[in-house]
């Protein structure tokens, strides 16, 4: 199974593999351990909201099983790649 990272500015596509034991994982720290980086000035505590993907969902507040339940596509869109 995988999920698409997106890039905002440069319209680039990264493709991640993720396994079923992966979906009660916190999204910040699942994408950190694939290489893909995400701001987080305050280390996942929600406070500097710059973690923030499509619709202004934080990452640092949703696991991805949540990200799949309010995206079914799959698909990540970052401001950078």
């Given amino acids: 199974m995988q999920i698409e990272i997106k890039g905002k500015a ?3 596509s990264l493709f991640i593999h993720y396994e079923e034991r992966d979906l009660e994982e916190n999204l910040l720290i699942f ?8 701001a987080s000035s305050c ?26 339940q309010r995206q ?9 790649l």
Avoid: A, H, M
């Fill in 10 to 12: 440069s319209g680039r």
């Fill in 31 to 38: 994408l950190t351990k694939k290489g893909v980086t995400i």
């Fill in 43 to 68: 280390g996942g505590e929600g406070v500097c909201k710059k973690c923030d993907i499509q619709n202004g969902w934080l990452t640092c507040k949703l696991t991805l099983k949540e990200f799949f």
């Fill in 72 to 80: 079914p596509d799959k698909k990540i869109i970052v401001g950078y």
